[in-house]
């Protein structure tokens, strides 16, 4: 069923916009405490932070090469207007991270903490983006695609190919961080499985 939505709760482009900015800084800041504490994520996401922990690769170009063939699947379910967003978003969120520790240095943080702060943060970018229209790039796309088109939660479609690349984590990390790291996973996408539901935000 197609959901009409009313133009009174239709987002203006200044909605949009400030979503965008806050989305992908919220993924960012996660995703630094994360780093930070020698954890990894899902996604692509996490294949990045696996090229970066055991290649000594740069995570933003790793993580934009990644998502290229995921912009081919946006343009062909949801067309030119959510890639271009999606696109932009991947290009800031490349940027933030290598512009980020600059900005401000996090001397220490408990990699328990670091998991669940991490992952919230991480899971409330996310479904800021999602709400306008947008995502992260990786396997987020197809996860919204299979909600849509066939009613499976993102959020738990998601969270399987997470384990899935988290476990890989076992090749360049000690089991104590793989096991911390499948827990940001869990805790990012709990958040996009509970708040992430058709039918219950309007706002399109």
Do not use: C
Not at 143 to 153: D, I, K
Not at 164 to 172: I, S
Not at 173 to 191: G, P, R
């Amino acid at each position: 069923m197609t959901m009409v939505t009313s133009p009174s709760l239709a987002h203006s482009r200044l909605e949009d916009a400030l979503a965008l900015l806050m989305g992908t800084l919220f993924v960012g800041l996660g995703l630094t405490i994360l780093k930070t504490a020698g954890l990894a994520i899902g996604g692509t996401a996490g294949l990045a932070f696996l090229a970066h922990f055991g290649l000594d690769l740069p995570f933003a170009a790793v993580f934009f090469a990644l998502n290229m063939p995921f912009m081919i699947f946006a343009k062909l379910a949801f067309g030119t207007g959510y890639l271009l967003r999606t696109l932009l978003v991947t290009i800031a969120l490349s940027l933030f991270s290598g512009l980020l520790p600059p900005l401000f240095t996090i001397g220490h943080v408990e990699p328990m903490f670091a998991a669940i702060a991490g992952g919230l943060m991480v899971g409330m970018g996310m479904l800021a983006l999602i709400r306008h229209r947008t995502g992260v790039g990786g396997v987020a796309i197809m996860a919204v695609w299979l909600q849509q088109r066939f009613g499976l939660r993102a959020g738990w479609v998601q969270m399987g190919v997470d384990a899935a690349v988290v476990t890989g984590a076992f090749l360049v990390m000690d089991a104590k961080a793989v096991a911390l790291s499948i827990l940001a996973s869990v805790f990012m996408n709990l958040v996009i499985a509970l708040y992430h539901r058709p039918g219950r935000y309007l706002g399109f």
